[in-house]
């Protein structure tokens, strides 16, 4: 199942703008069993590593790290931000 | 003698930070014609430049931003309000000054920048209400300004609030100073909302300043500093002009222009 970030914002940066976002996916989209999130950020312009952080934290806590799925992105706040994602949750 | 008028101009825009043509002239004895003709030279030598439209243009030094109004702001004893167009007194005030950087790509922002310009923009002022809500000295909100001059963009973001040392503290006694903190906030994966698992903002700002060629960063909470980045130096050495000790936390970001 796929959910376009872009229809959450064109910019996305603050803390509680993702957490409300995670649940809103949690409450709305809802994957057959065994069937991956794969998030969409085609469209967006800027997203910070704490708004992303909060929907990460919500959808993994939910579905499991390996149901959700970043769908790679040239956009450098994206991929910077899943960087510094990825190396905080591996300290 | 033209030599002389201008290094006398240039010293006295250095000593005021920007000077109204008609100050100049007050305290030259010259005439406005012979004031403008300097200035002009000057501005062609890239040595000042003009800010703001006629009949308000004022020069000041080409390539440094202007720190005057900020520096009001931040160290102000007590303040009663603030300036509603520089100050975002809510978090959905920021969020809707964000898409104000866009236009910065027609100065010359990189296009592959202007993401990252926003995100990092974002993540210090969004820092601002994660850790100073109902701790404010007195108005709430963080200072938002963005200039060009010199080639960059200048990003200023700062606060009234309770300064990183105090934020972190609680939850992290073992931090002494405000030195100790502020590298700790930057450097490590700490935040002062343990056990909320946060902590990555300044990491990620930090890390996209220092590794893009022409950026820069610096900030000052307390009496502690950090800088980063090809231009942090120049930086901290703008921001140790103006502030000495902050009692919030201020943080100038600089992005070089094509």
């Known amino acids: 199942m796929k959910v376009e970030i872009r229809k959450f914002g064109e910019i996305l940066t603050s803390r509680p703008a993702g957490r409300e976002a995670g649940l809103t996916i949690k409450a709305y989209f809802k994957p057959e069993p065994g069937d991956r999130i794969e998030l969409d950020f085609s469209g967006i312009l800027a997203i910070g590593p704490s708004w992303l952080d909060e929907v990460l934290t919500i959808l993994h806590g939910e579905y499991g790290k390996d149901r959700v799925v970043c769908i790679p992105s040239e956009n450098a706040s994206v991929v910077e931000s899943l960087k510094i994602i990825e190396t905080q949750r591996s300290e | ?258």
């Not at chain 2, 167009?85 to 000054?97: G, H, I, N, P």
């Not at chain 2, 200023?156 to 100790?180: M, T």
């Not at chain 2, 490590?188 to 950026?215: H, Q, Y």
């Not at chain 2, 921001?239 to 600089?254: A, E, N």
């Open chain 2, 1 to 258: 003698m033209k030599t002389n008028t201008r290094s006398q101009i240039i010293k006295i825009i250095e000593k005021k930070g920007k000077i109204r043509p008609s100050e100049l002239r007050e305290a030259l004895n010259l005439t406005a014609q012979a004031i403008h003709y300097h200035l002009r030279g000057l501005s062609k030598q890239g040595i000042v430049e003009a800010k703001g439209s006629v009949p308000f243009t004022q020069y000041a030094l080409a390539g440094v931003p202007d720190f005057e109004a900020v520096s009001s702001w931040v160290n102000a004893r007590t303040l009663a309000q603030s300036p509603e167009s520089l100050v975002c007194e809510t978090r959905e005030r920021l969020t809707a000054r964000l898409p104000h950087l866009k236009p910065f790509v027609r100065n010359g922002l990189p296009e592959n920048l202007l993401p990252l310009v926003i995100s990092t923009a974002g993540e210090i002022g969004n820092n601002s209400f994660d850790h100073n809500l109902g701790q404010w000295q007195d108005v709430p909100g963080c200072w938002f300004e963005s200039q060009v001059t010199g080639g960059h963009l200048w990003i200023c973001i700062a606060d009234r609030g309770q300064g990183i040392f105090q934020s972190l503290v609680k939850v992290h006694p073992d931090l002494v100073n405000d030195q100790v903190a502020i590298e700790a906030a930057f450097e490590t994966i700490i935040s002062g909302r343990a056990p909320e698992k946060r902590g990555n903002g300044l990491k990620f700002v930090k890390k996209t300043l220092s590794t893009t060629p022409g950026g820069g960063l610096a900030c000052i909470s307390g009496t502690g500093r950090v800088y980063y980045g090809e231009q942090g130096e120049r930086c901290i050495a703008l921001l140790d002009k103006h502030f000495t000790k902050v009692r919030g936390t201020i943080t100038l970001m600089i992005w070089r222009l094509k």
